[in-house]
């Protein structure tokens, strides 16, 4: 067998082989021997970038196993310290042969943990996570260990909620085989009886919503910093008293240009002449969003990519990127182009909505919901049907609550409005605590 060979009559391979039948087989003591033994092989080869690389491989191989033993002399009351040593001296040795090596820095994280080093550790989980984006092991120690990738992933996750409960409604309004799409209603207007200059405004009126709703966020955002600034001996009143205000200026000016600037790379090529006088650009872009195709080369090129990458959407992540912190998050790089893609995400589909609902015509339909909800109260009471826009002192007769409710609610979301339209005259009425739909929201 192999493992009964000389060492020395055997290749790098051969060896590195034997090593994972012993690691597999459970006796990391021969483990370790052949491991040891296919790395003296390796040097006595001719160095290259290649070697290098499978060098690291069996260092981190050979850290492995050493981790095992070291869990082993554990279990058994034994002091496992200097094997752990000896397995993170592989794991750091692996990780300069080639430093783009995932396993080896991860190796290094894991002696470091049993070590009690959590500063190093966490710094190597945060190296073997820019080496292996994704890697679903990496990602439960960085939320355990991390508290800024933590907190990143929370708004990340907040974020992807939002966008997956957009798109439903986008897909609702598009969809060619739903009952209640909105796809006939939009594509005639858009396509056959607007003009250039009514696409041009509809457009226009999307993107002013979005820009619109983020200085809403971008405000409350700018008022935290100065605050907590404030708190940290960061900033004064001043001798004037309005400090803390010129500091809520400063960081609301920063951020608005830096939402503006999202909006506007994302829209870019939407909000154009060619988009105005060709209809098909912007209702490719439609199917392409509710399909979750968006991130498709011709509709996020690379010089696009580039772009937002290049930006600092500190709107979710202030706190997280450690723009208020004394040093940037180690991972600040990464997080940032992912939160700007997310973003884009949001962007789009709030100006898909925002446009299909212009083009549709639902205000008229939200403004026929309303009505329709009036009078199924009405019957229910045993009151005449009203026409829209119709009053009468019968309303009175209601319940009052009911009458209150009515009078205050605001108009129902374009899914609402569709569901009680296409409802029969005995279905219940929608619930008065769900919300309008606000096509531009970012959060």
Known sequence: MVADLEAADLTMAELKAAGNAAFKARDYEKAVIHYTDAIKAAGADSSSAADDSEVAKLLANRSMARLKLADAAGAKAESPS???????????????????????????????????????????????????????????????????????????????????????????????????????????VWMKHWEPKDRESALCEAFTHIIDQFKQDLKGEAKNRAVAEKEHGKVSFGEDGFGVMRRVQEHDAKLQDEGFALVSIVLEDLITENSYDNPEIFCQHVEAVGEGREEEPRFLTPSK???????????????????????????????????ALNLRKQ????????????????????????????????????????????ESEDDEIMCRNDYEEYKQRQVPSAGDAKRLLSGSAGEAPIAANVPAL?????V
């Open 347 to 390: 962007v789009l589909i709030g100006c898909c909505i925002r446009v299909i609902m212009s083009a549709a015509g639902l205000v008229g339909c939200q403004v026929e919901a309303i009505n329709k909800m009036r009078n199924m109260r009405r019957e229910a009471n045993g009151l005449v049907p009203l026409a829209p826009g119709e």
């Open 82 to 188: 200097s094997v752990l040593v000896l397995a993170l001296e592989d794991a750091q040795a692996g990780t300069k042969a080639d430093p783009q090596y995932a396993k080896a820095h991860f190796r290094e994280a894991q002696c470091c943990l049993k070590l009690g080093r959590a500063d190093e550790a966490l710094a190597a989980l945060q190296r073997t996570w820019l080496c292996a984006p994704g890697d679903p092991e990496v990602h439960k120690l960085l939320l355990a260990q991390d508290i800024g990738y933590a907190k990143f992933h929370d708004a990340l996750a907040r974020l992807d909620t939002s966008t997956a409960t957009k798109r439903e409604n986008l897909t609702m309004m598009v969809s060619r085989g739903h009952p209640r799409s909105l796809r006939t209603q939009y594509y005639g």
């Open 305 to 339: 990519l580039e772009r937002m990458a290049a930006l600092r959407p500190e709107l979710l992540m202030g706190e997280v990127i450690g723009t208020t912190r004394p040093k940037p998050h180690p991972l600040r790089e990464w997080m940032i182009p992912k939160m």
């Open 438 to 442: 606000e096509a531009g929201s970012l």
